[in-house]
């Protein structure tokens, strides 16, 4: 890589290509392509192992995940959710013809409130909805609390949330499912992917039955389900990338510190996430650009996109002001003060395993002289 080559918000992980080589021969000789075959096996299971979790269903990408854990848990009516997250989050409740009520994130990890999703259940809610933002967990025992209250499932979106540890374990066993992606864009890719995390074998068994068709054997369809099944290719690219995923946490770590320290004194500039508490993913590195730095947000994006440094504005817009939101009660901006101002002052810098010291230091650089 070149000094001048543009540098991205992210790039993903690709392992040198001939340790791929044999999983295609393999693929090549056996003729399965799909359909649930050796490698979506043994993946499946590798990654229960790696991940510490006890089932997991495989899934083409991780919309597909989420549209099918609603299906999953006969979700209907209202859905608690926050509007700060990627657009799937939000439209996979339409797919499911569930109708989003938003409620405001909690001014420091940017995920859902819990103080404030009791005023916002009515009398259909039938979920809780959080997204781990960031890869930063969610207050997830005071959402257990409200949701054992008041009866209703919860579905995590972990789709930002792979390898993320709290003091017990994997993020992943809170709430009723938790759902993953694994999209070339985030921390562990299988080109496309995802997976939906179950707490046992029986909603496993249903959730591949509704990502198959419906099908259970060769005369006997159970469900209107479709198709969600993850390839061969992307199941045994993902055997392979597991090999590597050590490597690509402990580099992601280290640019994540060295940009802490870097900005550590720059006035204006909060540095999002980061507890003592719990094994980070450093998914993302997202700063908050405050009041009384020297330009605004969008300024800044500006100014680092002049010089070929491509920050993203995750997440701007707030999903509650788009079309398809803008007009429901929940979407007010008043109701969601806090998520309208971290929409306006949030960029998250370049993070990746390829990017190098010398790239780091050059944005922070950049960010200080202001
Ligand atoms: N829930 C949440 C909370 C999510 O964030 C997402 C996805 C989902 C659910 C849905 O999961 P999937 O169905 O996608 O599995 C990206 C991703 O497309 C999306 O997966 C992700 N969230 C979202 C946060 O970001 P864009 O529009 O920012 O992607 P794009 O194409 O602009 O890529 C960003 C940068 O990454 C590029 O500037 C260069 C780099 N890049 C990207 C791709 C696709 C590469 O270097 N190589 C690549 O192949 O949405």
């Not at 979790?53 to 854990?69: D, Q």
């Not at 003091?167 to 070339?184: C, E, P």
């Not at 100014?303 to 817009?317: K, T």
Request: charged share 20%; aromatic share 10%.
């Amino acid at each position: 890589m070149k000094n001048s080559d543009p540098i991205y918000v992210t790039r993903p992980f690709l392992p040198p290509l001939e340790e791929f080589i044999p999983y295609l021969s393999e693929i090549w000789a056996g003729k399965t392509l799909t359909n649930c075959g050796p490698f979506h096996q043994q993946f499946e299971k590798a990654l229960c192992e790696y991940l510490g979790v006890e089932h997991i269903a495989l899934f083409t990408n991780g919309t597909l995940a989420l549209i099918t854990a609603l299906q999953a848990l006969r979700i209907s009516g209202s859905v608690i959710t926050t509007p700060y997250s990627f657009v799937a989050t939000t439209h996979s409740l339409l797919w499911n013809g569930i109708r989003p009520i938003f409620s405001d994130v909690d001014p420091v990890t940017l995920n859902l409130d819990p103080t404030k999703i009791e005023a916002a259940i009515t009398a259909d809610t039938t979920a809780i909805f959080p997204v781990h933002c960031y890869g930063h967990p969610c207050e997830v025992e005071a959402i257990r609390k409200i949701a054992e209250k008041y009866d209703l499932k919860v579905i995590y979106d972990a789709a930002h949330a792979f390898g993320v540890e709290d003091a017990d374990g994997s993020i992943l066993r809170h709430g009723d499912l938790s759902i993953l992606s694994f999209h070339a864009t985030k921390v562990f890719n299988t080109f496309e992917g995802g997976a939906i995390v179950c707490p046992d074998l029986q909603t496993k068994q249903h959730i591949d039955h509704l990502k198959n068709f419906g099908i259970t054997d060769e005369v006997s369809v159970v469900a209107a389900g479709f198709n969600g099944k993850m390839s061969e290719l992307n199941a045994s690219f993902g055997l392979l990338q597991l090999q590597h995923i050590d490597g690509v946490l402990t580099r992601r770590r280290e640019i994540d510190s060295r940009y802490r320290i870097l900005l550590k004194d720059v006035k204006g500039i909060r540095c999002l996430g980061k507890s003592g508490e719990l094994v980070a993913n450093c998914a993302y590195f997202p700063i908050l650009i405050e009041s009384d730095y020297t330009m605004s947000r969008d300024l800044l994006f500006k100014m680092l996109a002049d010089r070929h440094i491509f920050a993203r504005r995750y997440f701007y817009p707030l999903i509650s002001d788009l079309p398809m939101y803008r007009d429901l009660l929940s979407a007010s901006r008043s109701n969601l003060s806090v998520a309208g101002d971290a929409a306006s002052r949030v960029l998250c810098l370049p993070i990746y395993p390829d990017l190098r010291d010398e790239q780091v230091d050059a944005i922070a650089a950049i960010i200080k002289r202001g």
